[in-house]
Nanobody, 123 residues
């Protein structure tokens, strides 16, 4: 079965960096659109960015600070987060979908999800 396992979260200070990883198994990773989402307490799940068809896409909140990459040989998706802010505090999830949705930011279009990793940024 398909498994997505995130790692790399933690507690950091404002301005620090973190790199999240998402290890995928049970799917042809290179063929899938992969997304990063986050969810803060009491808020809806929010699009961070996606990797699809050789291109990357970012939410406005992530542009210039976050970078998505993937290593298809390792079946792993990455999220490099720089200049972290307190408002970046959330549980971060990776997600996968076979056919890229017209709206990559719509989380309900993704088929598979990881369990999430907590990122906490102290100010």
């Amino acid at each position: 079965q398909v498994q997505l396992v995130e790692s790399g979260g933690g507690l950091v200070q404002g301005g620090d960096s973190l790199r999240l990883s998402c290890a995928a198994s049970g799917l042809t990773f290179s063929s899938y659109t992969m997304g990063w989402f986050r969810q803060a307490p009491g808020k809806e799940r929010e699009f961070v960015g996606a990797s699809s068809g050789g291109r990357t896409y970012y939410a406005d909140s992530a542009k210039g600070r976050f970078t998505i990459s993937r290593d298809n040989a390792k079946n792993t998706l990455y999220l490099q987060m720089n200049s972290l802010k307190s408002e970046d505090t959330a549980v971060y999830y990776c997600a996968a979908v076979w056919a890229p949705p017209a709206n990559l930011a719509y989380y309900r279009k993704y088929t598979y999800w990881g369990q999430g990793t907590q990122v906490t940024v102290s100010s």
